[in-house]
């Protein structure tokens, strides 16, 4: 019996069938369902929607996936792998921007050396404030969109670029009506705001990679809380390279294993009362720090 191989990216995974763009051979440009073999399991890998991966197909048989290849980052939480960078969307109206969740995504970013961008939405109804340049202050590419009329859309669509772009929000925070904007073709499936619970219904139910231009980009579940140790392993020892603005001052302080928090002859609590570091950054890492004090995450 005669077997083909193709490469191939994946593009959804629902109940361990798995969805692969066929990127050569002859399959080419074809979404072709897959079952993988059991041997991942035994390594503990699960295939995930960004994997490059190996298919083979025999005559008669369902298409397998025999080979992953290496990924360059992991996501847990959503499961996404090979993330060129992240549009963190965040509305200015309910439900209201959460700094510490918000922080704590951009440090699994930055932990990941993944690219962090931060939109804003539902501008129509209020404005960002002082939030935009904050992170603007730290090297982060801020975008403010309205999704009804479309205005600041072109400025996020310009940043996508090739690769791997995953929308990752808090449940109702407008991710779907955003990408609803950028790209009518795709007509996903929005929800309104549940009274009763506070915050948005979760209308995206899996991760799914959609194909635009030259790259993917990725609609993401919704969220109401975030526990870094669902997303990604950050040593607690590395939590502060997490944090982009820390790193050029970290190697001032007096101790070299300094966490920033009451230690005497520390540059991070300096910059911070100097107004170097936005104090609400450093806030949200001492609540990271305490909030995970003596584990690993």
Do not use: W
Request: charged share 25%; hydrophobic share 35%; net charge negative.
């Amino acid at each position: 019996m005669s077997e083909s191989t193709f490469n191939g990216i994946i593009t959804k995974s629902v109940g361990g069938v798995y969805y692969v763009d066929a990127l050569g051979g002859d399959f080419f440009g074809e979404n072709i369902k897959c079952a993988a073999r059991g041997i991942f399991r035994q390594r503990g890998i699960s295939p995930s929607a960004g994997d490059m991966v190996t298919v083979g197909v025999s005559e008669n048989a369902e298409p397998v996936i025999t080979e992953i290849s290496e990924r360059k980052n992991y996501l847990s939480r959503p499961p996404l792998s090979n993330l060129d960078r992240i549009f963190f969307v965040n509305s200015t109206v309910e439900p209201k921007v959460n700094r510490l969740i918000l922080d704590k995504l951009i440090a699994v970013a930055d932990s990941k050396d993944i690219e962090p961008i931060i939109v804003f939405t539902k501008i129509d109804l209020e404005k960002a404030g002082e939030l935009p340049e904050i992170y603007r202050s730290i090297g982060i590419s801020v975008c403010a969109v309205d999704n009804i009329t479309g205005e600041g859309a072109n400025e996020v669509r310009e940043l996508i670029g090739e690769g791997i772009s995953a929308f990752i929000g808090n449940s109702g925070v407008g991710k779907s009506s955003l990408l609803n904007v950028l790209f009518p073709e795709l007509s996903l499936k929005t929800g309104e705001i549940s009274q009763k619970l506070g915050r948005g219904r979760h209308t995206t139910r899996q991760v799914e990679l959609f194909k635009i231009g030259n790259g993917y980009i990725a609609d993401t579940p919704g969220f109401s809380t975030v526990d870094i140790g669902c997303y990604c392993d950050i040593p607690k020892d590395e939590l502060d390279g997490a944090f982009r603005e820390f790193r050029e001052i970290t190697p001032k302080c007096r101790f070299a294993n300094c966490r920033h928090i009451k230690e005497s002859g520390c540059a991070v609590k300096e910059a911070v009362e100097n107004g170097q570091i936005a104090r609400e950054r450093y806030d949200s890492y001492l609540k990271i720090f305490e909030e995970y004090r003596g584990k690993n995450f």
